[in-house]
């Protein structure tokens, strides 16, 4: 990944605190060539008199609070201006904040997207209603969801499938590796890779042929798994120290190995299935959103297509 570009979305409700400025920060000590554009949606529905209402004074007093959101972006903007970088500011009007951040994604074309990772509610994951979710399955560009914002990049881990039982292409885990190996490089960290796997629980193993042998299948499983991620290894030059195979579920054992690993920044790949699909199945990468301790890089493959838009 060739960072030349970085989109920060600054969170319209905090005037004090914005960490995904603060990574964007750090990473600007690495990419001393990047620009940055700082990106705001804000929206306050006192000042959306509806078509009714819909007259100039309510027109002149949005236009005046995008000037005074405008001004704190400037400031926001200090910083990274003072060590030389080139940053753009836009602070824009809408309801819709996912929306209007995904347009502005797809106008500037940034390499990579910073945004604070929230936690969510049950109820925001069921609607799908909310702008991180929204982003992992719909954003083309890399997104960066920042949760420990002042963690120095020491350890990069790349999480892959080679037997694409996620439904990954095998091209996505490359670009996965590949991404987690290039910031690892520009930041002086050690990147690493792991690969989940997770045999029939032995409580749901109905047939009498795997009661009877339940160790024999679930070794089995083992080395159908550990040979697909060797062969992964090999055609990557992946050192054995470099990689971890990880029994379990992957939204139980990855944040375990993050956390007693200090893994700093997740790199994992999301692909976007259907609405119906998503609400039934989910995304590896949303369940993971919760419970992981880190930062996490959302990877979509080359040549992603939005598919709630017609073809």
């Known amino acids: ?65 995008l000037g005074h959101r405008e001004e704190y972006l400037d400031s926001l903007a200090q910083n990274l201006r003072a060590s030389g970088h080139t940053v753009n500011t836009s602070a824009v009007w809408g309801k819709r904040f996912e929306r209007h951040i995904l347009k502005a994604i797809q106008e500037q074309q940034p390499d990579v997207v910073l945004k604070t990772g929230q936690r969510h509610s049950l109820l925001k994951r069921l609607v799908l209603s909310n702008s991180d979710w929204f982003l992992i399955r719909y954003c083309p560009t890399p997104l960066w969801l920042v949760k420990q914002p002042d963690a120095v990049l020491q350890n990069i881990c790349a999480s892959v499938d080679p037997l694409h039982e996620s439904d990954k292409p095998a091209a996505l885990d490359r670009k996965i590796l590949a991404t987690a ?22 409580t749901l193993a109905f047939d009498s042929g795997l009661v009877a042998d339940y160790d024999g299948y679930a070794a089995q499983v083992h080395q159908h798994h550990a040979d697909a991620f060797g062969e992964f290894a090999k055609a990557n030059d992946l ?39 998503n609400a039934l199945i989910g995304h590896t990468a949303e369940r993971l959103l919760e419970d992981v301790p880190c930062d996490m890089l959302v990877i979509k493959p080359d040549g992603f297509v939005d598919p709630s838009r017609p073809a």
């Open 239 to 277: 050192p054995v120290d470099q990689r971890h195979l990880l029994r379990g579920y992957p939204e139980q054992s990855i944040p375990e190995f993050v956390e007693q690993n200090g893994v700093n920044l997740l790199v994992l790949g999301a692909i976007s299935r259907s609405r119906i699909e």
């Open 181 to 202: 190996r290039t910031l690892a490089d520009a930041t002086g960290a050690k990147a690493q890779a792991i690969h989940c796997y997770n045999p029939l629980p032995q």
């Open 1 to 65: 990944m060739n960072i030349q570009h970085i989109m920060v979305i600054i969170d319209p409700t905090s005037e004090t605190d914005q960490p995904c400025l603060r990574r964007a920060e750090q990473l600007a000590r690495h990419y001393p060539q990047a620009q940055f554009t700082l990106f705001l949606c804000d929206y306050i529905p006192a000042l959306d008199g509806g078509l009714l209402f819909n007259n100039e004074l309510l027109k002149d007093a949005r236009n005046t609070f």
